[in-house]
């Protein structure tokens, strides 16, 4: 079991895929009329794809979970480059910070991180910053999914793969409740030799997690779940 999917929300995936393609380095790239999809391997380490999936309203003020790029030791070249594939800068309330703030295609926030030691062997995705009510119980019930293990990092708590290779999955304290679906959440994948998708479902319901019940969230392979804190995630099919 582990993350498979970084799901990101755009009203045109097309372009918004694109954009994410070029900045990540995604390979396969698989698009379709409402979707597209591309992964992005880590050296030594995990794969992910990243997946675009349609919605028809803009993206709300406030991102809770959202990625964090990292930029080595020439930030300036990293936010230049992605301003040419098609990025703007965005002023979200971060007034003097040192990482940059920028924007998808379609609106979506990301941040363009400063050099940092625990960013070691992350690169592309330095970070998947998640906001939550209490980062100890949640991070609890990430580990419990994925089996990633605990990393060094400036959020009260961090995960990280086996492997020590990849973006950093950092819990933070919340700044306001919940609101609405999250523009970006993240799949779980039930392995072969491991727990299968019924299972991971009741583990993640013994630890706190909901089934969402609203309509969208049935109908599929997948089962749509919310973290304590109400962050969606899915658990797939099994393999």
Not at 78 to 88: E, H, K, M, S
Not at 104 to 127: H, K, L, Q, S, W
Not at 131 to 137: G, N, S
Not at 209 to 215: C, D, G, L, P, S
Request: aromatic fraction near 6%; proline fraction near 9%; charged fraction near 25%.
């Amino acid at each position: 079991m582990g993350i498979e999917n970084i799901v990101i929300q755009a009203r045109d995936v097309e372009r918004t895929g694109r954009f994410w393609s070029d900045a990540l380095g995604l390979i396969d790239n698989l698009a379709t009329a409402d979707s597209y999809e591309g992964r992005l391997q880590i050296l030594g380490g995990p794969w992910f794809d990243i997946c675009l999936e349609p919605v028809t309203d803009p993206p709300p003020p406030r991102w809770r979970l959202h990625l964090d790029l990292f930029s080595g030791a020439d930030q300036d070249a990293v936010v230049d480059r992605l301003l040419a594939l098609g990025a703007t800068t965005v002023d979200i309330g971060q007034r003097d910070v040192p990482w940059v703030v920028l924007a998808d295609p379609d609106g979506n926030a990301f941040c363009v991180m400063e050099e940092r030691a625990a960013y070691c062997d992350t690169d592309p995705i330095a970070a998947l910053p998640l906001d939550c009510v209490d980062p100890q119980r949640e991070a609890q019930l990430y580990a419990a999914l994925t089996g990633w293990v605990p990393a060094d990092g400036i959020a009260p708590v961090t995960m990280r793969h086996p492997s020590l290779r990849g973006p950093l999955l950092e819990f933070c304290p919340e700044p306001a409740p919940k609101e609405r679906q999250n523009r970006t959440h993240l799949d779980v994948r039930p392995e072969a030799d491991g727990p299968d998708q019924a299972e991971l479902v009741a583990l993640a319901l013994s630890l706190g997690a909901t089934k969402a019940q609203e309509a969208w969230a049935h109908g599929h392979s997948w089962v749509v779940m919310r973290d304590l804190s109400g962050n969606e995630f899915c658990i797939l099919a099994d393999p």
